[in-house]
C-alpha cells in the first residue's frame, strides 16, 4: 500500500459488497489530503439513475467531464460513447468524418452493444483523461482512482487488451491500447487494489481475483480487508466465556466470528506476497464512514 | 401470496440481485428445495463458485445438464435421482450449440465455429452471458422436460443487468449493424455514395485488415444472427407468462443492494414481469429469539476476569441487538415495496458461506416453510 499515492493510477476491485466504493472514495480523500491532484472515477452503466459513489459526494451521478466534488477531487463518470467520440476524433483527418461516424446509428450500435468495443470506448475515455496536461506540462490529474465494477467486469477491462489485439492485431485500435498499456500493466504507473473482507469465502473469491489480475498483466499493488473485527477479549476472558459459545444470546455470534476472522486473514497472509492492509470495523455510516476509513488507508500508506 | 406456491406452481423461477448477495446460493436453494418436493428441477447457472459446483457433484463448463449424482441428493434427503439435473452454462457451449442447429450443413457450422472474430465475441464475458442464459431458458421452457427451471442470473453489478442484457444484445444483432459491413445491399445513388463514407470511417476506425476481417464475420453470420435476435426478444417475451414465470430479488442488507432491490422490482412493473419475491440474504432479521445475556452469568460472585468479560459480552450483545433492529427495518421496508403480489423473506447468515449440502437445505427450508 505505501507506494499507491506515487502512481497515476490505482484500480479499486473486489466483489460487491465488500466496501470498494467507500474504499475508492476514502483513498481519494486520503490522497488529497496528501496535495495530489486527484481524479476520481467510476464506469458509466446505461440506464444508471444514481451510483453509490456520486451519492458520497452529493450528486446522483457524475458527468462525463470531470466536475469538482471537494478540494483536489474531481469526479467523473467513464463513457464508451465518449470514449469513441475521442478516438474518432484522434483516428478521422477530417471532422466531416467525424460527424459522419457519429451519426451513423448503426457503427454506434455496434460500438456500444458488442462487448469489447464498448471496454474500448471506457478505455479510451480513460487514456484520454490521464493524458491531460497543465499547461506547465505537468499531468492535469495526478492520481486516477477507478472505482471498478464487480469482479468478472474487473477482468474484462484489464484483459481487454490481449483480446482486442487477437481481435486485430494492428490498426488504429491497437495502436491506442499500446501507447496506454503502461496505464493497466506498468507497475510503476499503476496497481490494482483488492477490497475483501475478513471472511473465508470473500478471502478465497480475492485470491481468485490477484490470479486473474496476474494473468492478464495488471500489477496487484495491495489488498485492503475491510471491516476487521477488534477482538475485545483477553486470551483469560475468552476462556471463561467459551463454554456459553452456542447459547443463544445477543453477543455471541460476534464472539465466535472474531476467531474465524483471524483463522481467515492469517490463511490470507500465508497465502500471498501482496501487501495486506486492514482496515477495522467501526460503527459509521456515509460520509463519517469515508473519513475513518480515510485515516486508516493514509496511516498504511504512510 | 405465500413462497410456497409461488415456488411451487411456477415453471420458471429466475434468480436475480447485484454481485455478492448470495444469489447463486439462493437459487441452489430452492432447486433442492423444488426436487425435495417431488417436482423434476433443473437448476441452470452462469459461473457458480467451485465450491458450489463441488457440493453438488457437477462439473462446470459440460455440454448439457447433468443429473446431481444420487449421493448428493441422498444427502439432501431426496431418493429419486432423476429429480435434479444442473448446468452450469458456458457461454461458448451455447452459442456454438446454437450456431450448430441453425447452419446449413455441418461443414458450414464448423467453418463459423472457426472463425477468428466468433471465437472472440461468442466468448466475451459481458452481454453474451445474458444472453446465453436467456437462450437455455428459452429451449428448455419449450421442450418442457422439466417441471420447474431455477435460472441463476449472470454475475453483474446490478440485478437490472439482466433484463438489458438481451436487449443490449439483441441492438447489437439488429440488421442496421450488417449495412455496415454488407454495403452490397445497397443499391441507390445516395446510399452508394454514403456506403463510400462509412467504408471511409470504418477503414480509418479499425484498419482496413481488420475492417476486412469483419466484412467477412458479418455476411458469414448474417442469417445466424437474425435467427439469435429473434430468439432473444422471443425469450424475453416468455418470460412475462404469470402462472408460469416468477422473479425473485436476492439482495444483502448493504444499502447498495436494496437500492438495486428497489430498482429492480420496479422495472419489472414496467417491463410487465412477474415480480413475485424479496429475498434479504444475510441478515440478522431471521434471528429467531435471541435474548441478552444473563446478568448472574458467573453466579453471584463473578471473578474480576468473569466481570470483565460479561461487560465486554454486553457491550457485544448492544451493537448486535440495535443490527437486528436495522435488518429488520429493512425486511419491513421490503415487504412494503413488495405489494400484496410478492412475498419478503429473510435468511440468516451463514459464516461458513452456505455452500455445503445442509446449509443448502436448511436455507430451502426456510424459503418453503416461510408464510405457511
Redesign the interface.
Known sequence: MHDIFGKRVALITG????GR?TVSAALARAAARRGLRVLLLEIG??????T?LARIFGRETFPAEPVALEPGIHGCVLWASAGHEG??RR???VSA?VK??MG????R??L?????F??MGVFYHFFDLLERKRPSGEPLFELAILDM?????T??LTGLRE?LL???P?????DVLNEGKGYFHDPALTGAYVVTLP???PI??CLELIEGLEQHGTPVGGIVVNRVLPD???P???A??EP?AQ???????????VP?AARALERLRQSTTVPIHEVREV?LQGRALVDAVAESLAEGAR | MIPERVLLDRQVIVCAGSGGVGKTTTATAVALAAAREGKRVLALTVDPSRRLAQTLGVSRNLLKPTPVPADRLAAAGISDPTLLEAWMLDPGVVADQFVHRFAESPDEAKRLTENRIYRQVSRMIAGMQEYTAMEALYTFMREGRYDLIVLDTPPSRHALDFLYGPKRLASFLDGRIFSLFLPGEQQSLIRRAAGRVIHRVNAAVFGEEAYSDLQEFFSAFSRIFVRMNKNASQGLESLKDPEKVAFMLVTSPATESMTDAFFFRRKCVELDLPFRGFVLNRSLAAVDARTPPPADLFGPTPSPVERSARSKLMALAELEQAAVARHRALLGELEAEAGADAFTVALPMIPTGAEDMTSLVRLGEVLMRHGR
Open positions: 466483489k460487491g459488497g465488500v466504493t452503466e446505461p440506464d444508471g439513475d444514481y453509490p478516438f474518432f483516428v478521422l483527418p468524418l459522419a461516424a451513423s446509428g448503426a457503427l450500435r455496434l456500444d452493444s458488442a462487448p469489447s464498448r471496454e465494477p464487480a469482479s468478472g467486469h477482468l474484462g483480446r487477437s481481435l486485430m494492428s490498426g488504429p485500435i491497437a471472511e473465508i469465502l478465497t473469491e475485545p477479549f483477553t483469560q476472558e475468552r471463561a466465556l456459553y447459547e443463544p444470546w445477543y453477543g455471541m455470534e460476534r464472539f465466535r466470528q474465524t460503527p
